[in-house]
């Protein structure tokens, strides 16, 4: 019989895509004793992510809730619970997750329309406006932080000319939220999910999502039943809601996390959260210039917690990010779909972005390259 010894994870810097290193608060927070899913101690702590969740998000939006689920499972309850076969979705693909999103609506019975630019670039509400004189579409699926390209999409003019043609507007915020300015009522956004492991530095396992008065409404008009049971916000509301009625059992550790790492973005201050990823993120972009490399996004539409870098010709990419894990416990990412084997994805996201970490990863960078 195989004895295994205790488990004694190796203490990275996850400098990567995602995830971040998460806040020793939150891991605290998760080793507290399992209570039960309906126990009323427990249902305060919903209510309390709830309220934190909003000044997250920057909404009133009374159906905002944690989905039981990484961020794809957000990703899939946005398509699942507002597309019905055969309804025209608009999906605008600059990247690796434009087309996850597109990917999902096709398997829900969409009537696929894909808007579609080079990777790295953002798309302008011209644009989009003409797509849908010529497609007109039930909802526009849109990327706010594209993770594979480090391109920070503006959202304020596209909701308008979303909303002009009548249609609903769904973002993904996965690798914004809490790391740069999102404003879900200001900026008039419908159906906005997100990840747990990104800006808010708490394990991968949860995925919040916000909808507006405007998108229930939609919702509340299906014709068919939503097609996921474990998705169905119809029913997870009311688990969520005053009902408080069983739907599936929460996963309860999780969400003490979430609280914990909700907490720590309302101490610190949104605003002041979003200058320090700018503000680190900005030391990154200069340091990685100065050793003489390529960024990919321009300076305006870079994304802070995200960067993006080509790696340089005739350098193996995979080669040093296996240097950086091996010899200095730095985890950074590889480059997906047509950046595969092009670019490093490094990540500045919650807990992990600080300045002393840029600083450790430009010198093993030097050192490793020999710059």
Not at 52 to 58: D, G, V
Not at 134 to 160: D, F, M, N, R, Y
Not at 246 to 252: D, G, L, R, V
Not at 285 to 296: A, I, M, R, Y
């Amino acid at each position: 019989m195989v004895v295994y010894s205790e488990l004694n994870p190796p203490p990275r810097l996850l400098l990567g895509p995602g995830p971040s290193n998460v806040a020793p608060r939150v891991l605290k927070a998760m080793s507290m004793p399992t209570i039960g899913h309906l126990d009323p101690a427990f249902l305060q702590l919903m209510s309390d992510v709830q309220t934190l969740l909003r000044h997250t998000f920057r909404t009133d939006n009374w159906l905002t809730l944690p989905i039981s689920g990484t961020g794809s499972a957000g990703m899939e309850a946005a398509i699942a619970n507002f597309v019905e076969p055969g309804d025209p979705v608009l999906v605008c693909i600059n990247g690796y997750f434009g087309e996850r999103l597109a990917e999902m609506a096709n398997r829900y019975g969409a009537k696929v329309y894909r808007l579609e630019k080079p990777w790295g670039e953002i798309f302008t509400p011209e644009e989009v406006d003409a797509a849908l004189r010529e497609h007109p579409a039930k909802i526009v699926a849109i990327v706010h932080a594209e993770t594979s390209t480090g391109v920070l999409q503006p959202l304020e003019g596209i909701s308008e000319v979303v909303h002009k043609h009548g249609a609903l507007i769904l973002v993904d915020a996965v690798t914004s939220l809490g790391g740069v300015p999102l404003f879900v009522d200001d900026w008039d956004l419908d159906i906005v999910y997100s990840g747990t492991q990104k800006a808010l530095s708490c394990p991968p396992g949860l995925a919040p999502i916000t909808v507006s008065e405007r998108a229930e409404e939609v919702l509340s008009r299906r014709k068919t039943k939503v097609i996921s049971w474990y998705l169905d916000l119809t029913m997870v509301r009311k688990y969520w809601g005053v009902e408080r009625t069983y739907h599936h059992t929460a996963p309860i550790n999780m969400i003490y996390g979430l609280r914990e790492a909700l907490r720590i973005v309302q101490e610190e201050g949104l605003e002041r959260r979003w200058h320090r990823h700018r503000r680190n993120a900005t030391f990154l972009w200069t340091g990685l210039e100065s050793l003489g490399f390529q960024l990919v996004v321009p300076r305006e539409y870079r994304l802070p917690t995200l960067t993006t870098v080509y790696v340089p010709e005739g350098v193996n990419g995979a080669f040093v990010q296996r240097r950086l894990l091996e010899d200095y416990n730095i985890e950074i990412g590889g480059g997906l779909g047509a950046f595969r084997g092009k670019v490093w994805r490094i990540g500045l996201m919650g807990e992990s972005s600080r300045r002393e970490h840029v600083v450790l990863l430009l010198a093993a960078l030097k050192e490793i390259l020999r710059l």
